[in-house]
């Protein structure tokens, strides 16, 4: 029964609310894109620094040194034996030569090395880590998995390196969890305020509407659209203001910190993404603001 | 129609609005609800809408059982009855034919539908001319007309009306009973509650009469 004019009715009904209260609509909007673009911001810094530790992290190694040179179907036997170690990502074999000229290379121009041989070099395995095991404990346990191997003469890695990298994660993923959960709940708590104005300002005609017999689905279906039109306007605005923020960054940023404003996914994707989020806020904040008033 | 049997309400746990109500009201009648201010009348209106719940006795309206009624219920009763508030209930921000159209909407009428009804009944009250107004612009008489037209234009089974003539002078006040009598005529139940004596004797209708919540014989 009347269903398409019902649809029709309840798009003009909204839009006629949302022009009267034009300046309320857009102050919602704009708050929920401020509030958007924050969140936005702090993952986006969130998830590089995060990126930039895991980088720093990937140099965690642990040498293996043995003594004498291997053939290479030694080095292949030897290999597969390291990366079997639990925590091992991968394994590279330095021979004596090479480790010699890599030093060369370190220091070229002068003639320090000029007169060592290659044998005095000990050959060795660069050993990397699986980023799950690099904290102290677990280190050391892939470490006395790496002792156990017969041919091992040594092994050598930085404990101290290790700590200090874990806990330094560690803190920084506590203080964005925690920082995160203050963010998101003072966001909720603006766009709901916010929102709850709307509402407010139209609680006569909901109590009216519920007087000459509307069901709740036709009271909800206005403000539904009008949370769903607020979220849009509220994704573009955080859209925006993310643009301008990462252009102004950008030009002035030095080059070490320039990580810190690539944004971890597509434009389109961030757009999307602001889009669904801003509409499901606008969505959200509308039912539970009205949820107060539909008691009548 | 309406079926009260020894119906009571008590607000916030005080004195009884309402006390040990038993009431039968056939379809197609005219009754007067009459009394001194603070009897109960607008209390018993109020329960035959549903917006207020007895706190004891049982209220059947065409053979359904409404002393706990669901709230998913609510909306089709009150389609079915044209309420005239005492305080009308006119939304300030929409325009007199809006208000009167809202009580279409709500139902899903369509649009050309609800522009034909609307304007016929606004014409009908003789305030077609206010139709693009702010019921605020109006006077408390034709206010009073807006209210009882957006309780007319959906052709309810039963009208209630709380004081529809407490804003009006002795001859709209006629105009408009009469009107009611012609709804009557049509076949609704009417129900109106009133002070006005004159009105009462004028007419020689039935007429229930409260004090202090009780019905005197
Ligand atoms: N919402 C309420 N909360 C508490 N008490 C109420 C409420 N509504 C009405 N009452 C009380 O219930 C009694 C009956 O009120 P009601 O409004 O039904 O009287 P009435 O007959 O309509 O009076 P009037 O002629 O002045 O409109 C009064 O004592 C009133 O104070
Ligand atoms: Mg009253």
Redesign the interface.
Known sequence: ???V??L??FITDSLRSLK?NILTALFTSVTLGFALAIFALFLVLFLNINWALGNIGDNTKVMLYFSGSATPAEVRRFTTLVEGVEGVRSAKYVSSASALGELKDEFSGQDLFDGIESGMLPASFEVKILPGYREPERLSAVVAGLKRLKWVDSVEYSAEWAARLSSVLNFVELAALLFGLFLGVATIFIITNTIRLTVYARR??I??????????F?IKAPFFIEGVVQGVGGGVISFGLLLLWSSILVAKIPDYLAFLVVMPVSLSAMFIMLMLTGIAAGVAGSFISLARFMKI | MIDMFHVSKCYDGSTKALDDITIKIEKGEFLFLTGPSGAGKSTLLKIIFG?ESPTDGQIIIDGRNYYRIP?KE??????RIG?V?QDF??????TVYENVA??L???????REVRRRVLRILSYLKIQHRANFSPMSLSGGEQQRVAIA?ALVKEPAIILADEPTGNLDPVLSIETIELFKEVNNKGTTVIIATHDKSLIDRYAKRTAHLEAGRFIY
């Open positions: 029964m009347g269903s004019s019902n029709f009715y009267s006569d005609e109590e009216v509407m519920r007087l000459v017999g509307a069901s709740d036709f | 917006s709230r609510i909306p089709p009763l009150r389609r309420f508030f209930k006119l939304l300030a921000n929409k809202l009580a909407n709500v139902m899903g009428v369509g649009q957006r």
